[in-house]
């Protein structure tokens, strides 16, 4: 194995821009493992009932912020759910309590998202509504009446569309799979960005139906094919400014995933950043994995930089078979690297 | 929906040339299934320990011909798995104790399959001996090296050269998924055809991880796009005598299914015969579901005309949530035809 890091380096805390972060007592219980490896966290609005109003939007980010405890760098940054219905006065009321982006869910492509937009173009008024707030604009860019394997490719042309209708707006496509999304991102101009997933960095569909079937890495998007794989690493790994880190993490439990009809999502808060600094120290470079975690993402957000630096020592561990009841990524397997809590820039 | 069917119809008792029956207690419980539907079946070796020799095989033969009990019409055609060390007098025993194919598994591809064939040339001189005693080769044609959508058509050119190299060997490309492998078969000699089975048939990749996750229908080969479970469905309902029934059933209990290293197999014994009558009244004709069923694969076997027929008459009902502990394709859902117990065709 080549070891180009050192043994014990640190990076300013790594950010999130896609996190599942529950409801009730799985909320209580998950908010600290994302609070321990991450500063900036973009948190997802598909809850039952989901985030639409400035109130429920108030109303979860007290309750993570209590599940939080004593970790003062953790801030959820708010999302709230678009629908056709959302007026430019429900969109400003969102932005002026603090929302951060809207998640655009295509009804039916994932987990909780049966009452997501049926049709796209009626939700026009309400991205002009997020672009005179500077809202970001978080997309699930799947087509769900397409082939599963071709969903997020035939998502595109609307990524595109809404791209050109909107130059001023932010726009996220999220957890991308596919080498023509990569493609589709790098071509459109710098308010266009694409967060990356651990489990896609990592994994193709191979994972999921390969061998015997594994559940509890099904997710949606589901992963590509190897060289769709190739393309979200090459993109990582390069100097575009447009790639960066949202884990998409989801806790479901056991029962929910080894199941007759399992739940969609990977659950990687606690083994995203040792499995990160494994790839990019195999395929990347330092500068590029602090590029990938800490900046783009923040910059792209247009949040400060982080006032807190973690420390990372080549110190394997194995990853534990369920946190509470939900099985990780690599669960039972090593990782190679041990995180610090979170410190203080010292002069920062 | 079109009806193009009668109400009532007989035809003759269909085989099945592509059956998986277990052992033991399993075995006891599902042959029964199997032999209420299908008169020759054509049996797989993957046992535990697998089918090698004259001596296994005669056994098997007989505790499946037991668990039959009272089904005269039911005769189970033998096949052993092969194995680099087979001898030219192995394959002779084999062929002398009634065996009528030889499977080749490439090691790692399926269940049961660590055992099998690792160089497939090095098994060579066991399909020369298997040409010289009139014995079908059965192929599991995946290369299990390859990401899991790509399998079967990096194994094709090895079909096409076993076929190149063995013009006698009569070779049954089993359950075939892709539409090069259609096209394949139909290009290669007569000596070369095919089986599907009904969840190839009627299922893409999307029945597996399109929505949520489904181990039921989760199989190897995995189905694959909507282009290719169309060109499976234009050969069974074509006049080409190359595509014919292998249902793969295979019973695999529920804590095998729904578990963190779900099992690949469909139980499908159970309701084939009304799901490919249904099918086949939508998108074929009673000539080509006759031939696909009754006619094709006999022929190709060389056995004679079943001496029994079945009468399917419109009449639907519910599929069980559960076979035993396995759930069967379909399951809790109305299929549209009941079929009667097969008697001696008069006059036959």
Redesign the interface.
């Known amino acids: 194995m080549s070891r180009q890091f050192p043994d014990t380096f640190s990076l300013p805390l790594p950010d999130d821009f896609h996190l599942h972060l529950r409801q009730d007592e799985a909320l209580l219980r998950y908010v600290p493992d994302a609070a321990a490896s991450f500063g900036r966290v973009i948190v997802m609005p598909n809850t039952t009932p989901p985030i639409r109003d400035e109130h429920s939007l108030s109303r979860y980010r007290e309750q993570i912020m209590t599940a939080a405890g004593d970790a003062p760098w953790f801030v959820p940054l708010m999302t709230f759910k678009i629908a056709e219905s959302h007026t430019a006065d429900a969109v400003r009321r969102l932005a002026e309590s603090g929302a951060t982006a809207g998640k655009l869910y295509p009804q039916g492509a994932t987990t909780n998202a049966e009452d997501g937009v049926s049709d796209i173009r009626a939700a026009w008024p309400v991205f002009a509504a997020m672009e005179a707030q500077d809202l970001v604009l978080c997309i699930h860019g799947e087509d769900p009446s397409s082939?599963?394997?071709d969903r997020e490719d035939a998502f595109l042309p609307i990524v595109d569309q809404i791209a050109s209708d909107f130059p001023r707006l932010r726009i996220v496509l999220e957890h991308i799979t596919t080498a023509r999304a990569v493609d589709l991102v790098l071509r459109l101009p710098d308010n266009v960005a694409a967060t990356i997933t651990v489990h896609h960095l990592l994994l193709?569909?191979?994972a999921?139906?390969?061998?015997?079937?594994?559940?509890?890495v099904?997710c949606k998007p589901?992963m590509k094919?190897?060289e769709d794989r190739e393309a979200l690493a090459r993109a990582a790994c390069s100097d575009s400014p447009k790639f960066f880190f949202g884990s998409d993490s989801a806790p479901h439990p056991i029962g929910a995933?080894?199941?007759?009809?399992?739940?969609?999502g990977v659950y990687t808060a606690p083994v995203a950043m040792p499995l990160l600094i494994d790839f990019f120290e195999r395929h990347g470079t330092m500068e590029s994995l602090r590029a990938f975690c800490c900046e783009r993402g923040r910059r792209f957000y247009r949040v400060p930089p982080s006032d807190y630096e973690v420390t990372y020592t080549r110190e394997a561990w194995t990853v534990p078979a369920t946190y509470g009841d939900v099985?990780p990524l690599n669960a039972g397997r090593a990782v190679s690297w041990t995180a610090s809590r979170p410190t203080i820039i010292s002069g920062g």
């Open positions: 082939f599963v394997l193709t569909l191979d999921i139906i390969g061998g015997f079937l594994n559940p509890h099904f589901v094919r190897p995933k080894e199941s007759s009809c399992g739940c969609a099985v």
